[in-house]
């Protein structure tokens, strides 16, 4: 049997926002045929920037292109009965529901879980909570800031004189997205050994939680509170600090000061690399760099070395200690931003960005393309995110057979 | 409750340090029976990485090793010994799934790479995850999870405006790629049982990292701009912080999205006489004077414990959360009411604290198991799932293959 995708037989109607487009999207570039379910008008997603040429409008959000491939898209109410009808006719011919809706929403207007199941016996649904529905913080407002700081990550980011500090960019909907995505295909696998379907609810807090992993094996195995490092590292039992971040002649590099079997690797070639540009001293030319103990060493011998590293890494671009680097094997790394990301020779090399045509915009726009390659390309980004009820004529017309005449009717009572 | 989803398949893991040993760890929750193929002779990076157990520094007492490889059994297998791959092969051949987390190139020098793996499992399937892929220049350049959050774009926008970059903690790509991992693991497994087959993945974990930047990857495509780091603030909300609460560095984050909120919020701090001025009713005029709302914000959570901030915000709409360190996690109320945390028996560690794993099935188990020692298996392993006999085990262990 040939399929064009992993997940190819399957219907998944996506009612998420903002925390679960990532989903969605998954499963859609693996080949499932996922239909986003919008208010009409849009989903308030689509006002998040950045936007297309920088124009605020629904149709036109970076955020919503991003996170809504390889989807088609249709504008439902769910609060009306009629549209509360249509829904459950397109629960016949779907294998699962994904929503981020509060805890208890979707039961609370009749479409919960035990509600779907006297449609389709065998509905999954998938929910993207951000504690749990159920426990004491279930009716909590959240956000991704306070998801950061709940699951115990934001304690330890940042600088130690500053505020804990996040990335700047949202990622808890991302990470608790992925996990969703796998809870769902779980789940179709499930149904398609044992022939039942279930609930699936993933915890954003804890889907954040496991990226902290210091914090609390600290605390569990040492009764010690982990704390804030910085961009510098604090190397016990000395602890003794050397820079993670180092400045470079246009921005900034990432490189790790390893003693031992790792700083044999990379810090004889980078020695040999410094003294050929004549910035290698004395002192770093006769480190021992196998029996070096960063954490036993004293500060001021750290300093010597740390001091010609600094020098030379500022005489170079990030671009330049990159390159030169991966032929030296000696690992420093560039603090990229987006444009050397777009710029960067490996991934263009591997194909990686995909073109997507906006016909709409008479353009196509380079997306980062699928997160996994396979052969005969299973996973790929099918289509750009679809315009507020792209496909209601395909979906209710074609599929449902609603007659045009009632189409005019719901559009005036506001239903699609 | 009925039978874990992934009962029946059997993963070996070829991993190393972070990203592939927890990609196995989570399948092992919903029910694989994932084999880890490790060996003394080069031990897993991570099982060399504090913190240890009460500071006792052993390949067996890393609580870092413990926390990301629950759920697993380990076999030592010395894979530089010829007849090791023979071992290898014949567990590969009785298996559903290989996964491994070398750079590129090191398993075909261990002759078990797809091609030859295939030979003895048709069906296999095989995901490799290495920093930047099977092909391209950089294919084979080593590296970890802290350089690969700097070059897929994370570091450069978590920090402060005015300095460099922190980045987030530690490597927090590590905690990013397993999750595409396991996603591209179970839709090859649904594949292959509709379609019988089975199929190799190449899993870049530059190329999964950077999905987490996407639209800021847009922003630069279409309008040419470059986004970088900027606190906590979000361009659209005010205040958006974190805030100092009485006590030793502790802090509440505080969140105000809409004018409900922000009327929740005045509301939650007893209607302060700063809170009814012009200069804050509004999002746009509270951005304008985002660093004079911080202050004063301030000012009044340091009277009061970060728990007090949350649960009076929480009780006026406001999203609001402490931040948790390592203690709180273990009394987090909500953490509790999951029985997120299980307090498992390690031989050698006592009791140790293991997460679960996201994703709850209303009819389908989770179960959590401790890490295992170093080679603990190997014997059960090989005697009861490769079907060696006690002869054949105890020549191949003189051999110096088990090491």
Redesign the interface.
Same mark, same amino acid.
């Given at each position: 049997?040939?399929?064009q995708g992993?997940?190819s037989?399957y219907r998944i109607l996506d009612l998420t926002d903002e925390q679960g487009l990532m989903c969605g999207k998954?499963l859609g570039d693996?080949g499932a045929d996922v239909i986003k379910v919008e208010k009409p008008g849009g989903d308030p997603a689509r006002n998040?920037?950045?936007f297309?040429?920088?124009i605020p409008d629904p149709q036109k959000s970076?955020?919503w292109?991003?996170?809504n491939t390889s989807k088609r898209g249709i504008t439902l109410d769910i609060e009306t009965s009629d549209g509360q009808e249509i829904l459950k006719k397109l629960i016949i011919t779907s294998d699962c529901l994904i929503e981020s809706f509060r805890p208890g929403y979707l039961d609370g207007i009749g479409l919960g879980?035990s509600d779907l199941c006297q449609t389709k016996s065998d509905i999954i649904v998938t929910s993207i909570v951000p504690?749990?529905s159920?426990?004491?913080?279930r009716?909590?407002?959240?956000?991704d800031?306070?998801?950061?700081?709940?699951?115990?990550?934001?304690?330890?980011?940042?600088?130690p004189d500053?505020?804990?500090?996040?990335?700047?960019?949202p990622?808890s909907y991302?990470?608790?997205g992925?996990?969703?995505?796998?809870?769902t295909?779980?789940?179709?696998?499930?149904r398609?050994?044992?022939g039942?379907g279930?609930?699936?609810?993933?915890?954003v807090?804890?889907?954040m939680?496991?990226?902290?992993?210091?914090?609390?094996?600290?605390?569990?195995?040492?009764k010690?509170?982990?704390?804030?490092?910085?961009?510098s590292l604090r190397v016990?039992p000395f602890g003794t600090v050397t820079p993670?971040?180092w400045?470079c002649r246009d921005g900034?590099?990432?490189?790790?000061l390893f003693g031992g079997v790792m700083g044999a690797?990379s810090n004889p070639s980078l020695t040999k690399w410094m003294d050929e540009e004549n910035m290698a001293t004395d002192f770093i030319k006769s480190t021992d760099w196998s029996n070096l103990d960063i954490g036993r060493t004293p500060q001021e011998d750290i300093d010597l070395i740390v001091e010609p590293i600094s020098k030379f890494f500022m005489s170079h671009k990030k671009s330049e200690l990159?390159e030169e680097g991966?032929k030296r094997?000696v690992?420093v790394?560039?603090?990229?931003?987006?444009?050397?990301?777009?710029d960067d020779?490996?991934?263009k090399?591997?194909d990686?960005w995909v073109e997507l045509e906006h016909p709409d915009l008479n353009e196509a726009?380079?997306?980062?393309?699928?997160?996994?390659?396979?052969?005969e390309r299973?996973?790929r980004l099918r289509q750009r995110a679809p315009l507020i009820g792209e496909h209601n004529t395909d979906i209710y017309v074609k599929e449902l057979g609603i007659s045009k005449e009632e189409i005019a009717i719901l559009k005036q009572c506001m239903v699609i | 409750m009925?039978?874990k989803?992934?009962d029946g398949i059997r993963i070996v893991e070829f991993g190393w340090a972070v990203v592939g040993p927890?990609t196995s760890s989570w399948a092992g929750n919903?029910g694989a029976e994932v084999i880890k193929v490790e060996t003394n002779t080069k031990v897993d990076v991570i099982r060399t990485m504090?913190?240890?157990?009460?500071?006792r520094a052993d390949i067996n007492t890393s609580?870092?090793f413990?926390?990301?490889n629950a759920s697993k059994y380990s076999m030592a297998l010395n894979l530089v010994h010829p007849e090791a791959i023979k071992v290898a092969k014949r567990l590969v051949s009785l298996s559903d799934v290989v996964l491994d987390s070398y750079t590129s190139g090191v398993m075909s020098r261990f002759g078990l790479d797809y091609q030859e793996l295939k030979k003895v499992k048709p069906n296999l399937i095989m995901?490799s995850s290495c920093m930047? $892929?099977q092909? %391209?220049? =950089?294919r084979s350049?080593?590296?970890y999870g802290?350089? &690969?959050? #700097?070059?897929?774009?994370?570091?450069?926008?978590?920090?402060?405006p005015d300095?460099?970059?922190? $980045?987030?903690? %530690?490597s =927090?790509t590590d905690?990013?790629v397993p999750?595409?991992n &396991?996603? #591209?693991i179970?839709?090859?497994?649904?594949?292959r049982?509709?379609?019988?087959d089975g199929?190799?993945?190449?899993?870049?974990q =530059?190329?999964?990292s950077?999905?987490?930047?996407?639209? &800021?990857?847009?922003?630069?495509?279409?309008?040419k701009?470059?986004?970088?780091?900027?606190?906590?603030?979000?361009?659209?909300?005010a205040p958006?912080?974190?805030?100092?609460c009485h006590g030793n560095?502790r802090?509440?984050?505080i969140?105000v999205?809409n004018d409900e909120?922000w009327n929740g919020f005045c509301k939650a701090i007893g209607n302060l006489p700063w809170t009814q001025e012009s200069k804050f009713s509004t999002i746009l005029s509270r951005k304008k004077h985002e660093e004079e709302l911080d202050r004063l914000i301030e000012k009044w959570t340091i009277e009061h414990t970060a728990e007090e901030v949350m649960i009076i915000m929480?009780r006026y709409?406001?999203?609001?959360?402490?931040?948790?360190?390592?203690?709180?996690?273990?009394n987090?109320?909500?953490?509790k009411?999951?029985h997120?945390?299980k307090k498992l028996e390690h031989p050698e560690?006592g009791a140790?604290?293991y997460?679960?794993?996201?994703?709850?099935?209303?009819?389908?188990p989770q179960e959590v198991f401790r890490s295992p020692c170093l080679g603990e298996h190997t014997e059960h392993v090989c005697k009861n799932i490769i079907g060696l006999s006690d002869d054949e085990f105890e020549a191949y262990s003189a051999k110096g293959v088990f090491e």
């Open positions: 049997m040939h399929e992993f997940l037989s998954l693996l998040i920037g950045p297309y040429h920088d970076l955020y292109f991003a996170f879980y504690f749990g159920t426990g004491p913080y009716e909590f407002e959240a956000s800031l306070v998801s950061w700081a709940l699951s115990g990550l934001l304690y330890i980011c940042g600088d500053r505020p804990p500090v996040r990335i700047s960019f990622q991302l990470h608790a992925v996990d969703a995505a796998v809870g295909i779980m789940a179709l696998y499930h398609g050994m044992e039942e279930q609930k699936v609810e993933v915890s807090q804890e889907s939680e496991r990226i902290g992993y210091a914090s609390r094996t600290t605390w569990d195995g040492r010690k509170i982990l704390r804030r490092p910085g961009s016990p993670l971040i400045r900034y590099v990432a490189f790790y690797i990159w991966v094997r690992m790394y560039p603090v990229a931003n987006t444009q050397d990301i777009l020779p490996q991934l090399e591997r990686f726009i380079t997306y980062p393309g699928p997160f996994v390659k396979s052969e299973l996973c | 009925g039978k989803i992934l927890i919903y504090p913190p240890f157990k009460d500071d609580l870092f413990a926390r990301e995901i930047y $892929g092909t %391209g220049t =950089y350049m080593p590296g802290v350089p &690969l959050t #700097a070059i897929s774009g994370l570091t450069e926008i978590c920090g402060w300095r460099k970059p922190t $980045g987030p903690y %530690g =927090y905690y990013l999750r595409y &396991l996603l #591209a179970v839709a090859a497994l649904d594949y049982r509709r379609t019988g199929l190799y993945l190449d899993a870049s =530059y190329e999964a950077v999905q987490f930047i996407a639209p &800021l990857l847009l922003d630069y495509v279409v309008n701009r470059i986004n970088t780091r900027q606190g906590n603030a979000c361009p659209h909300a958006h912080g974190v805030y100092r560095d802090w509440c984050a969140t999205f909120q929480q709409g406001v999203p609001a959360g402490v931040l948790n360190n390592g203690e709180d996690l273990g987090d109320p909500q953490l009411h999951h997120y945390y560690m140790v604290d997460p679960s794993h996201s994703i709850q099935f209303s009819k389908s």
